[in-house]
Nanobody, 121 residues
């Protein structure tokens, strides 16, 4: 069993930055990723990083603004979000899975409870 705990969400003005963290208990050699869900919308992929940190994927909507990274010594994945826009407002969820394909498709094995990010205009 793996438990994921997200932190770092909050309220920020447009153009600002936030860094989300997700600490995982248990095994560390998972692909880790982030999804988000805005009110009334489906959960959507944001980014994912391979177990060794060398393989990274991003949604087109966040490329150039968001950076995903991980610290395997701390079993933690990060999402640095810069140049935030009001449309980035959502609950952000951390997920882990055995393969990059599974995580990107949203079929990871475990999910966190989510952290709210609100970007004001």
């Amino acid at each position: 069993q793996v438990q994921l705990v997200e932190s770092g969400g909050g309220l920020v003005q447009a153009g600002g930055s936030l860094r989300l963290s997700c600490a995982a208990s248990g095994r560390s050699l998972y692909v880790m990723g982030w999804f988000r869900q805005a009110p009334g919308q489906e959960r959507e992929f944001v980014g994912a990083i391979s177990s060794g940190g060398y393989g990274i994927n991003y949604a087109d909507s966040v490329k150039g603004r968001f950076t995903i990274s991980r610290d395997n010594g701390k079993n933690t994945v990060y999402l640095q979000m810069n140049t935030l826009k009001p449309e980035d407002t959502a609950v952000y969820y951390c997920t882990v899975g055995n393969t990059m394909n599974a995580v990107v498709r949203g079929t990871g094995d475990y999910w966190g409870q989510g952290t709210q990010v609100t970007v004001s205009s």
